[in-house]
């Protein structure tokens, strides 16, 4: 994993012991430099905790106990403000409902999601920035051919009754 910083960022409102959920999103294009670098620029106003390239590199972006800015306008179960309780996580691909996520990058995922889970036992929620984004239907990633099936088989096994929502809610 590799660290780049961007200052896009400040503390969460609630600390770090406020977070729970992890939202996946899609970069909208195949520039993992680019989006990284979009990142790091103070104009863009926009960042996120993590950038999954195609290849499986992981570069950290905002530290997990800061609020990054990746969810926009957004609400999840009738809380607002997604990126104040959220763990952003940008895949890169240009477009996640018709171009398909590397093998590589599911690896990754897995991985990074297991460590968060370990690291935030209060995350009770895994989903797409399509289902927190307002108005309903801003957003589309990480898109349709994302592998919900797969994160969460990955992140919590055959032990289905202790697993957060995981995918569309």
Not at 64 to 76: K, M, P, Q
Not at 123 to 146: C, M, N
Request: hydrophobic content about 35%; charged content about 20%.
């Amino acid at each position: 994993m590799e660290w780049i910083f961007s200052p896009n960022f400040e503390p969460r409102p609630g600390g770090p012991s406020d977070v729970t959920s992890i939202i996946f999103h899609h970069t909208g294009s195949d520039n993992g430099d680019g989006t990284i670098s979009w990142f790091q620029n103070p104009n863009s106003r926009v960042s996120a905790h993590y950038v999954v390239d195609r290849d499986a590199q992981i570069t950290n972006i905002v530290d997990t106990n800061d609020r990054a800015w990746h969810a926009g306008i957004s609400e999840l179960n009738g809380r607002s403000n997604v990126n104040d309780f959220s763990i952003g996580i940008e895949i890169v691909n240009p477009d996640g409902n018709w171009s398909p996520y590397t093998e590589a990058q599911y690896q990754s995922l897995e991985w990074l999601t297991q460590d968060l889970l370990n690291k935030y036992p209060s995350i009770t929620h895994i989903t797409g920035h399509e289902d927190v984004a307002l108005p309903e239907g801003r957003k589309s990633d990480p898109g349709d051919l994302f592998d919900w099936n797969r994160i969460r088989d990955a992140a919590y096994g055959a032990n289905t009754n202790v697993f957060p929502v995981v995918g569309p809610v």
